[in-house]
Antibody, heavy 123, light 107 residues
Framework: EVQLVESGGGLVKPGGSLRLSCAAS????????MNWVRQAPGKGLEWVGR??????????DYAAPVKGRFTISRDDSKNTLYLQMNSLKTEDTAVYYC??????????????WGQGTLVTVSS | DIQMTQSPSSLSASVGDRVTITCRAS??????LNWYQQKPGKAPKLLIY???SLQSGVPSRFSGSGSGTDFTLTISSLQPEDFATYYC?????????FGPGTKVDIK
């Protein structure tokens, strides 16, 4: 069974930093393209960014609102995905989900989601 | 970036009703369109991928259609567990943007 478990959320002041983790199991993590999606309170889903598998180059892509402030990385030896968030703004307040298509192409939809971790940016 | 719109933004329906939700892309995305269902406090769930392919385990009352810029999600006979918010997502060009969502609630 595929499991994605996020951790690391919490309360942080504007301008601060936070690192989220996503522990994966039940599939070949090293082959999977991994994504972060967020949802502000009472709002819709927002794609944050993606990291490809190392065999596909390991490159990253980011949504405009977080580009230059957020960094996605992966440790395939630990089956773990990370989201380093710097220069946080109040508008970054959201539940952050780790998600993946798993063994399928990324274009075929995100079949697996974590439970989400809440990040609150407030003074 | 590709912009996604959905209509309506919300609707009220009764159990047994046929429900149709529309999603439109700002440019052609071929059939790279996915649909998700989200219930309060839960992660989204993939229902339909590639515009019309039913994800494993999803009831057959859900169906999707369309290509290019216009897509629809249809629930043939609404069940109590279907009251939720539905999102479309384009997976044609990175960033894989989502639509704003359609909330389906009880009439």
């Amino acid at each position: 069974e595929v499991q994605l478990v996020e951790s690391g959320g919490g309360l942080v002041k504007p301008g601060g930093s936070l690192r989220l983790s996503c522990a994966a199991s039940g599939f070949t993590f090293s082959n999977a393209w991994m994504n972060w999606v967020r949802q502000a309170p009472g709002k819709g889903l927002e794609w944050v960014g993606r990291i490809k598998s190392k065999t596909d180059g390991g490159t990253t892509d980011y949504a405009a609102p977080v580009k230059g402030r957020f960094t996605i990385s992966r440790d395939d030896s630990k089956n773990t995905l990370y989201l380093q968030m710097n220069s946080l703004k109040t508008e970054d307040t959201a539940v952050y989900y780790c998600t993946t298509a798993g063994q399928y192409y990324d274009t075929s939809g995100y079949r697996h989601w974590g439970q989400g971790t809440l990040v609150t940016v407030s003074s | 970036d590709i912009q996604m719109t959905q209509s309506p933004s919300s609707l009220s329906a009764s159990v047994g009703d046929r429900v149709t939700i529309t999603c439109r892309a700002s440019q052609s995305i071929s059939s790279y369109l996915n649909w998700y269902q989200q219930k309060p406090g839960k992660a989204p769930k993939l229902l339909i991928y590639a515009a019309s392919s039913l994800q494993s385990g999803v009831p057959s009352r859900f169906s999707g259609s369309g290509s290019g810029t216009d897509f629809t999600l249809t629930i043939s006979s609404l069940q109590p567990e279907d009251f939720a918010t539905y999102y479309c997502q384009q997976s044609y060009i990175t960033l894989f943007t989502f639509g704003p969502g359609t909330k389906v609630d009880i009439k």
